[in-house]
Structures are given as structure tokens and as C-alpha cells.
């Protein structure tokens, strides 16, 4: 049967692989590997994945951190069902479907790409501009398979105001603060680059915030909004409850979606309209709070 890898570097997204009955992964560092994980706990050829005509096989090839299969360390192993895999400090979760199953994975993925390109087309032909960051908003937490989400747009100085926020959780619909990851969004605009965290649990920056961790949330992302050289804002969604990963897939069908020219409008009608829009919070040092 097919196998599929999931793989949680860890600060990034999840990467999935697919390996057909019969065939074989080899995972490591090196950009030439099936699977390449960059990650400094990884050899440049560290495992490799191979189906012997019954089952998958795990051999381990000669890393220096080890490949382990539920936490057991191996160097050879047959994977008789559903494992956790661990290269060096990067999980992975494995499991066999049948052709069935995959073929229904895979048409998934299709969907979802289908389902961006629509939400991407819905954006464009908003005509109401008060419902354009509603509309993004809602996009990219659903996109991510996240409960609640934020627009949040430069203010003052190096302030960022929340513009717009989606809440699918009933108990929260009249929330009018910023109640995710602080550190997240300032990770994402000082980088400029998107911030992904599958399982807070393993994240060592994340896990180091007290504020991440006695909220419970499980998994996070933010994208920033860039225009050239100027940080417009960014876009930030988290759940608390275990869901799908947010894959390299899933990242660059909500980039794409992110940096759509409709949203980049948006963005830019935001900021110039900033000082006119009500506030509702604001990210400071300290907690989320409501501005007057």
C-alpha cells in the first residue's frame, strides 16, 4: 500500500511525501534527498523509507542524532502500521492508506487549491470595501483550518492596529482584542516572512512564552503583508484544538491568497483610511488591550 510522511520541522511548515508500494524515501539534509529537512539535527543522508514487497521498512544510514520509530531508537525496522518517526529532532508521523484512501487524500488537496482560487475570486468581487477584511479574514482561518483570526495594520510608530478579526467560536464573536500570539506577530514582521508553529508543544521559542502556552493554543500561523520594502501589517490564525497540519501546501495556497492584488488593495485602503477606521486594539509589550 501507499505510504505518507509527514514531517513537523519545527518554526515551519508541515512537509508531506507520498511513496508508492514498492518504492522508496530518503530523508536528510542534502537538497537532493526525497524528503529534505533543514534542519541542524539532520544528517545530509540520514534515513531511508523502503517498501520490501510486504512492508515498510525504516533504515537508519549511519546519522549521527539517530532515527527513532515511537521513540524507540533503530537502525533497521519493519513499520507494521501508524508510527512516530523522529530524524534528529524533527518528527514525523507515518502511515499506510490504501489506493483508495490516497486517491481521496489527494482530491482533498485539489479542493482546497479549488476552494482558494474561489475565495481569491470572491475577494476580487467584493464591491463592499467595509466587508473586504471580513471577507480575507474569514479566507485564511478557514484556509488554515484555524477557529479565529486577525488583520492587523501599522498604526503609529511601530504600533499595528487590529483592522479586522474572525472569531468561529460562538464565545468569542464579540471579542474586540487582540488575544493571540504577540511574539508570533512581531516573529513574522521582523523576519518578513511567514511563521508556522504545528505544535506549540515542540516550538522552542514558543514554548518559552508563558502567554502561548497557559492559553492553550495548538497551532499557529502568521503571514506578514508586505509592500516592497514596507511592512503593511499581517495576518495572524491560531486554534486550540488538534486539526489537520498546516503543510507547505497549505502555506503556499494562503500566500498566494495573502499577496492577491485584491488584499494588497485592501491593505493599502486600510492604512490610509487607519486614522478614520475605529480601533479596537492595539499590540503593545504588554497584553492586548482596548484603546480608547
Not at 521582523?190 to 497551532?219: M, Q
Request: overall charge negative; hydrophobic content about 40%; some cysteine.
Amino acid at each position: 500500500m501507499p505510504a505518507r510522511l509527514i514531517a513537523y520541522p519545527p518554526e515551519a511548515a508541515a512537509i508531506t511525501r507520498w511513496v508508492a508500494a514498492g518504492g522508496r524515501l530518503r530523508i536528510g539534509r542534502a537538497a537532493d534527498c526525497d524528503l529534505a529537512l533543514e534542519h541542524s539535527s539532520v544528517s545530509r543522508n540520514h534515513a531511508e523509507l523502503q517498501h520490501d514487497g510486504e512492508h515498510w521498512q525504516l533504515r537508519d544510514l549511519g546519522s549521527k542524532n539517530g532515527s527513532y520509530a515511537d521513540g524507540i531508537a533503530v537502525e533497521q525496522a519493519p513499520l507494521r502500521g501508524p508510527a512516530w518517526l523522529r530524524f534528529g529532532d524533527v518528527h514525523c508521523d507515518f502511515a499506510e492508506f490504501t489506493d483508495q484512501q490516497s486517491a481521496g487524500l489527494r482530491a482533498r488537496q485539489q479542493q482546497r487549491r479549488d476552494f482558494s482560487l474561489a475565495l481569491t475570486r470572491r475577494v476580487e468581487a467584493q464591491a463592499d470595501h467595509e466587508r473586504l477584511p471580513d471577507e480575507v479574514l474569514r479566507g485564511v482561518v478557514e484556509l488554515a483550518d484555524c477557529s479565529r483570526g486577525f488583520l492587523l495594520l501599522a498604526a503609529d510608530g511601530d504600533d499595528y492596529a487590529v483592522r479586522a478579526s474572525v472569531h468561529l467560536d460562538p464565545n468569542q464573536l464579540g471579542a474586540r482584542v487582540f488575544g493571540g500570539s504577540v511574539g508570533a506577530v512581531r516573529r513574522a514582521l521582523s523576519t518578513r516572512a511567514p511563521v508556522v508553529v504545528n505544535e506549540v508543544a515542540r516550538s522552542d521559542w514558543a514554548t518559552e512564552r508563558a502567554s502561548i502556552v497557559d492559553s492553550g493554543l495548538k497551532s499557529l500561523i502568521c503571514l506578514p503583508l508586505l509592500d516592497g520594502p514596507r511592512t503593511l501589517g499581517a495576518i495572524y490564525a491560531d486554534r486550540r484544538t488538534a486539526g489537520e497540519p498546516i503543510t507547505q501546501f497549505d502555506l503556499e495556497l494562503l500566500s498566494a491568497f495573502a499577496e492577491s492584488a485584491a488584499l494588497w488593495l485592501l491593505a493599502r485602503r486600510a492604512v490610509a483610511e487607519l486614522d478614520d477606521a475605529p480601533r479596537w486594539s492595539t499590540l503593545v509589550g504588554g497584553p492586548a488591550h482596548t484603546l480608547p
